[in-house]
């Protein structure tokens, strides 16, 4: 049973990856680390209360938002090397959101 206060540093964390995930579209790497370590502090009483399968939508969420900082890099890319790097790593992300969005969806169909 969540209580009041778990709602709210379940809404505050939820607040954070969305700052996060803006400060990786405008490529922002001070206020991103800034906002990971703050998510560092959150982590250990948020990992309590999660479920496996809101650790899954954690991890999607994580991925997505370093699919869009590097899908942000690949068009800023001056070099065809730079765009092979940001193409292969894309491919990883890619990869990895397929097999976390196969276990969500098998976990809920438990």
């Known amino acids: 049973m969540n209580t ?4 709210g540093v379940s809404l505050q964390i939820d607040d ?15 206020w991103q680390q800034s906002l990971i370590h703050q998510l560092k502090i ?3 009483a948020a990992e ?22 590097l ?3 690949l068009h800023a890319a001056h070099t065809q090397d730079e765009r092979d790097k940001c193409k292969e790593r ?8 397929l097999e976390v969005a196969h276990k969500i969806k098998w976990a809920s169909r438990r």
């Open 16 to 30: 954070y990856l969305d700052l996060l995930h803006f400060a990786i579209q405008i490529q922002d790497q001070e």
């Open 90 to 97: 894309i491919g990883l992300l890619q990869s990895q959101r």
């Open 42 to 44: 959150f982590q250990p």
């Open 4 to 7: 009041k206060s778990d709602c």
């Open 48 to 69: 309590q209360q999660r479920t496996p399968e809101e650790e899954l939508w954690t991890r999607l969420d994580y991925i997505n938002s370093k699919l869009t900082g």
């Open 71 to 73: 899908c942000n890099q």
